[in-house]
C-alpha cells in the first residue's frame, strides 16, 4: 500500500508540541501531529484536518518544511511506503484537548523525548525545528530502521 500522509510540529516560545499516540501505528511514542491525506485535499488541509481531529485546534502560521519517504518491508518485500509531508505551525486557534487518539504534550526544543520516538526522528527533527527543510527516505523492516539517507534543503536559521 501506498499512503501520502503529513505530520505537524506546533512550536512556539521555544517549546514543540507532540503528542503521544494512543492507537494505530505507533502506539505509545510521541509524534507530531498527522494523518492520512484524504481524496481531494490538500496536504497542508489535511495537517489542519488531523491537528483539529488529534487535539482541537487549528494551526496558524503553517509552513512546509520537507518530504520524507518511509518504506516498509516485511520479509524482503514493501509491505508500505508512505510519504509524508512535515509542516511547522507558528501557534493555533482553539483549546487543545486530548482525544481518544491522542494526548498533547509541550517539550523544550532541547529536551525532546527521542528514546520514546520512531528511530528516524532523530535525524530530521532538529533540522526541521532549525527552521531547515528535508527530504528523506528510511526504509524499514518490519518498522526497525535499517538504512537512511538524509537531505537538507535548506540551510537552518538560528
Given at each position: 500500500m501506498i499512503y501520502v500522509e503529513t505530520l505537524l510540529y506546533v512550536v512556539k516560545d521555544g517549546r514543540v508540541l507532540l503528542i503521544r499516540k494512543k492507537r494505530g501505528l505507533g502506539?505509545?511514542?510521541?509524534?507530531?501531529?498527522?494523518?492520512?491525506?484524504?481524496?481531494g485535499e490538500t496536504p497542508e488541509e489535511a495537517a489542519a484536518r488531523e491537528a483539529l481531529e488529534e487535539v482541537g485546534v487549528a494551526p496558524v502560521g503553517l509552513e512546509w518544511r520537507g518530504l520524507l519517504e518511509f518504506w516498509n518491508f516485511e520479509d524482503g518485500a514493501v509491505e508500505s511506503a508512505h510519504y509524508v509531508h512535515v509542516f511547522v505551525a507558528r501557534g493555533y486557534r482553539g483549546e487543545l484537548?486530548?482525544?481518544?487518539?491522542?494526548?498533547?504534550v509541550w517539550f523544550n526544543v532541547e529536551e525532546i523525548p527521542f528514546g520514546e520516538m520512531w528511530e528516524d526522528d532523530k535525524f530530521w527533527l532538529p533540522v526541521v525545528l532549525r527552521g531547515g527543510r528535508v527530504y528523506g527516505r528510511f526504509e524499514f523492516e518490519s518498522w526497525r530502521l535499517k538504512r537512511w539517507r538524509l537531505y537538507k534543503l535548506l540551510e537552518e536559521t538560528g
Open positions: 502506539a505509545g511514542l510521541f509524534n507530531g501531529v498527522g494523518g492520512k491525506v484524504k481524496p484537548r486530548e482525544t481518544d487518539e491522542a494526548a498533547p
